[in-house]
């Protein structure tokens, strides 16, 4: 048996707008809040993985009535705030194909600020200097344990959950040089949500399927265990270089199908609305806005 899961979230307050934290409902339609529940305080997500308490609240939001709906609230990208998102490019070997590259020898990798991200229903943002903004349905994993050098064996000990990431591309600025950085780091062009999952040990995520549509049209589909470096690995080389910390964020690669390789290429357009579905966790939609 699992240890259940719970999808968690963050958003905005629909009667004063601060910020706050809670879990779904098994039924997707409501929140309650992780604060309320619990009794205290409680700054956000990232605290709450930091200080440990996931199964406090797990306890704690049982029999609890609902605090809002999520149809009244601004979600906001599961962790707003994480102290590290690091991306993995070149993963998939659909997308290694179509971008005509050699396999790796190592994970490639490039950072996101946190300051680029938006939440579920949120708009992203073609920029004024580019027309060239592209999709990238990716699968994220949310560290949930201080991890300094963990072994691919101990990997798993240290997920906090999983959520559904959009790593939207300004390809001409990605391409400007050999470093991605630029391109990946415009504005409202971080896409993350609806929410967390937390992880189950019954979970087979390499089962689970990501897709990738615009405007209903499947653009991207690829079982996770089609990763070239699966999620322990990832961990354990990044955690090699640098330590993790409790709500830093793994976005693990795109599939092939991104519009850049489409003859022609096709890139996003104002009004285009853009799903990332993931077995097991859900869709995160975003709408294309101009600048």
């Known amino acids: 048996m699992g240890r259940g899961r719970m999808r968690l979230v963050?958003?905005?307050k629909p009667d004063d707008g601060a910020t706050s934290c809670g879990v779904v409902t098994d039924d997707g339609r409501s929140i309650v809040d992780a604060a309320e529940a619990l009794g205290t305080p409680l700054a956000g997500l990232r605290e709450l993985l930091t200080t440990g308490r996931i199964a406090e609240l797990a306890g704690a939001v049982t029999g609890q009535a609902p605090t809002c709906a999520v149809a009244d609230v601004q979600l906001l990208p599961p962790i707003p705030d994480p102290r590290k998102i690091l991306c993995v490019g070149l993963n998939y070997r659909t997308h290694l194909v179509e971008?005509?590259?050699?396999?790796?020898?190592?994970?490639?990798?490039?950072?996101?600020?946190?300051?680029?991200?938006?939440?579920?229903?949120?708009?992203?943002?073609?920029?004024?200097e580019s027309t060239s903004l592209d999709y990238e349905g990716e699968l994220a994993v949310v560290i949930g344990a201080p991890a300094h050098r963990v072994s691919v064996a101990d990997a798993a000990a240290v997920v906090a959950g999983y959520s559904v990431y959009n790593d939207?591309?300004?390809?001409?600025?990605?391409?400007?040089?050999?470093?991605?950085?630029?391109?990946?780091?415009?504005p409202a062009t971080g896409a993350f949500g609806p929410w967390l999952v937390t992880v189950d040990d019954a979970d087979r995520i390499g089962d689970w399927v990501l897709t990738t549509r615009v405007n209903g049209e499947v653009r991207q589909t690829a079982p996770i265990d089609d990763l070239l470096f699966d999620i322990p690995h990832l961990i354990a080389y990044i955690s090699t270089f640098t330590a993790l910390a409790p709500g830093d964020v793994i976005v693990t690669g795109t599939p092939g199908g991104v519009g850049l390789f489409r003859d022609p290429p096709e890139f996003l357009r104002p009004d285009d609305v853009v799903e990332v579905d993931i077995t097991g966790i859900g869709t995160l939609t975003n709408v294309v806005a101009g600048t």
Do not use: M
Request: aromatic share 16%; proline share 10%; hydrophobic share 25%.
């Open 10 to 12: 963050s958003y905005r």
């Open 168 to 186: 939207f591309s300004v390809r001409d600025w990605q391409r400007h040089t050999s470093q991605f950085l630029p391109g990946k780091n415009f």
């Open 99 to 128: 971008t005509g590259r050699p396999e790796p020898q190592y994970p490639t990798l490039f950072s996101r600020y946190a300051d680029t991200q938006i939440g579920h229903r949120a708009c992203v943002r073609i920029p004024a």
